[in-house]
């Protein structure tokens, strides 16, 4: 079955502009996280979504938001975009919101840049 | 979240048995160790995940220590394939589902 799919692969945005990333998950899976992974600070956790709703999230600016439609698609958005904002960003999914029994599936992630 | 260590890199030649330790010692009962790797521009991937008993899949075995104190993810043959960022991460079955990611092992595998 096709993996997580995440678009675009790459995009190259200006400081003050925002972004909308896009993330397919494996059919059936209804829980959808969100990391940034940047040389410095490394994999960071964003949000997680579940059924639509948000059920956690990471320590980042209000700029930084997303939202998961009824297919379970999910999409993120990121505001008046920074220099710092500059990363690959990855989607992961997962059969079930709760338990331990389930890994994670990540995509390949979106590489955004920021001039 | 627990914590873990790790070593920053290892190397390992190719075909030959590779050790990867983590150690937790703050690790909570209700902590599940998982690891997962990272291969050059990719996102990462699952490996394998364990509570007290040692696990075995088609990827690697989890080693885990009497105490849980800490933890070994076996490659039984390394290969070129395998070179990768392996992190060692905790969940705790009763909190958020996210996962922290540490710094992670960079394994190199020598042909």
């Known amino acids: 079955k096709a993996g997580v799919t995440q678009t675009p692969r790459y995009l190259i945005k200006t400081r003050g502009q925002q972004v909308t990333l896009s993330c397919s998950p494996i059919?059936?899976?209804?829980?959808v996280s969100w990391y940034q992974q940047t040389p410095g600070q490394g994999l960071q956790f964003l949000f997680e979504?579940?059924?639509?709703?948000?059920?956690n999230k990471g320590n980042f600016p209000g700029r930084f938001s997303g939202r998961q439609f009824s297919n379970s698609r999910s999409e993120m958005n990121v505001s008046t975009l920074e220099l710092g904002d500059s990363a690959l960003y990855l989607c992961?999914?997962?059969?079930?919101?709760?338990?331990?029994?389930?890994?994670?599936?990540f995509g390949s992630g979106t590489r955004l840049t920021v001039v | 979240d627990a914590k873990t260590t790790q070593p920053n890199s290892m190397e390992s030649n190719e075909e030959e048995p590779v050790h990867l330790p983590c150690n937790h010692s703050?690790?909570?009962?209700?902590?599940?160790i998982h690891w997962y790797r990272q291969l050059p521009s990719q996102g990462p991937e699952y490996v394998i995940h364990?509570?007290?008993s040692n696990v075995n899949n088609r990827m690697a075995s989890l080693a885990i220590a009497e105490d849980r104190k800490s933890s070994t993810l076996i490659l039984h043959r390394a290969t070129l394939r395998d070179a990768a960022v392996y992190y060692c991460?905790?969940?705790?079955?009763?909190?958020?589902?996210?996962?922290?990611f540490g710094t992670g092992t960079r394994l190199t595998v020598i042909p």
């Open positions: 059919s059936g899976h209804r829980s």
């Open positions: 991460i905790l969940r705790d079955l009763t909190g958020a589902n996210n996962l922290f």
């Open positions: 364990g509570l007290t």
């Open positions: 992961a999914s997962r059969l079930s919101s709760t338990g331990q029994s389930y890994g994670y599936t």
């Open positions: 703050t690790i909570s009962g209700t902590d599940y």
């Open positions: 979504y579940f059924s639509e709703t948000q059920r």
